[in-house]
């Protein structure tokens, strides 16, 4: 294993490359154009395909049919063409297929901004597309967790025969870190009888599939696929938990806001403001427990976020109005600076008055 | 005794589920009969679409999977591309490829990709009622051109066979019928032919069919199967639109 400086983007394709993922279906879009540039260089060069499909909504049924064939296969993109890609990722969970979809957020609605955001917060983590399903979602707040949350994506996809998204920020995704890259998996190292391979009439024919025209037939399906959710909930849970014991306020946040959290956090500490950080790492299924469980001995929470309060609805059914959830949040592209959260820590522990500017503040 | 009629072992036991006289059920059999001939039934995989074709996947003897509406050729191509060695085909109707999976079947012709389309034109949309398709004639009508097409409203029907004749990739485009005999053989050739060219590692092939619906045509199967030689042949004229083995056509 050896470090090595890389973007975020590149090092998240890499390290699918490095889970054993052969074949990518994309369509360029800012801030994740990386991905796909990176791709298209090394895919050939380890005997794999790159494809770079007519759009979105193109990329995600060559993903269905790819990842229906047995392979280990990955798309990104950026709120606009996720958007796009919905409808195919509502029928790769009817039909079961595992999948890594890469989200690189940034500012909308609309065609909205280029710049980071976490508006999609709602859309990765509610399913996203029409029916009842949920999705793994993993939100990596450094390159190097980008890399490993990459690689785990595959295991649990597979695990799992689900969808799982990566979900970043435009910040993740352009900003360079030391990373560890382990070496590359065995390939097609996942046995995977259900694969559309062509039928040697030995086993059952394979049919990929997500029509079940009998309602009481779907409804089996769907408890079924319920059951696998209850199970991933249980088992799947992924989340940083950092000064929380004896903390007055605790901080919920996640990817990029997370790292401005913890240096808000630490200037807040020195002041004598007691504040801690919850940083979930899935955010389906989300670390609920914890939450809770800092409910009992903590005041007060304060969810921070790029996006107009998403993620705080998650954080307000695990305190279940037993403290105090407050909300600071960006939107638009607008990363929040530490000062500013630092502001609202001090606003939260009654350290200052809320209508004081920031510049007084500080 | 001589056996004059028996079932293609690329076809399952299952009952199909189209209207009487709808002629998709001829087309299932042409299509099963093309693989049993090429001895391809154990490396083939179809693409069923979303239409009344959408049951495909419990007809063909094949590993199968259903795409979303339109999507066909782009699963397709995520298929082929992960066995390229196998018999790859989507079977679709018109509504589902000449209009919601447009850019779909156009790129996929137009990289080369190497898959057989089979593609149902009966002028309609079967499974949803029966409202105008793209392919829909002039004067048609449907539940949702219940005064008959107008082109000023709606253009002229698309012509896919001609459309994608003139895509570099495309190695083979016919488009043929099957509302007689006479026909129905030449149809047989034409998806034969169509699984050939995907087999010698050529680009992409389709076979267009003109079909019945008798259902939401509002007539008997044999109104229907006159009405495609008196009404669609004239603006779908039959004929091989390409054959990079021979040249273009
Ligand atoms: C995204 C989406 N839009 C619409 C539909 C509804 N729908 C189902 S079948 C169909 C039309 C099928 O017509 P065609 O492709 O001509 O096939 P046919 O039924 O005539 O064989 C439509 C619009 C759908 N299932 N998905
Ligand atoms: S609705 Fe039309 S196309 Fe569909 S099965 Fe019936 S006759 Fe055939």
Redesign the pocket.
Known sequence: MAKLLMKGNEAIAEAAIRAGCRYFFGYPITPQNHIPEYMSKRMPQVGGTFLQAESEVSAINMVYGASGAGARVMTSSSGPGISLKQ?GISYLVGAQLPCVIVNIMRGGPGLGSIQPSQGDYYQATRGGGHGDYRIPVFAPSSVGEAVTLTQKAFDIADKYRSPVIVLGDGMIGQMMEPVDLPDSTEINSVDKPWAAVGWDGARPRAIINSLYIDPSVLEQHNIMLQEKFAQIESAEIDYGAELVDDADLVIVAYGTVARIARSAIRMARAEGIKAGMIRPVTLWPFPSDPIAKAAETTKAFLTVEMSAGQMIDDVRLAVAGRKPVLFYGRTGGMVPAVRDVLHQIRIAAGAVDPRNPIEEAI | MAVVFQKPKSLTDDILTYCPGCT?GIIHRLVAEAIDDLGVQDKTIGVA??????FAYNFFAVDMMQA???RAPAVATGIKRVHPDNVVFTY?????????GMAEIMHAAGRGEKITTIF???A?????GG?M?P?TLIGQVTTTSPYGRKEELCGKPIRMSELLAQMDGSTYVARVSVHDPKHVLDAKKAIRKAFETQLSGAGFSMVELL?T?PT?WGMTPSESLKWVASDMIPYYPLGVYKDSAKGAA
């Open positions: 409808e | 998709h679409p979303v239409g009344c074709a959408v979303a509406h339109g679709q109707g018109d509504g589902d490829l000449a209009s919601i149902v034109n009966n309609i949309y079967g499974m949803t409202q398709a392919t079909s619906c939401n």
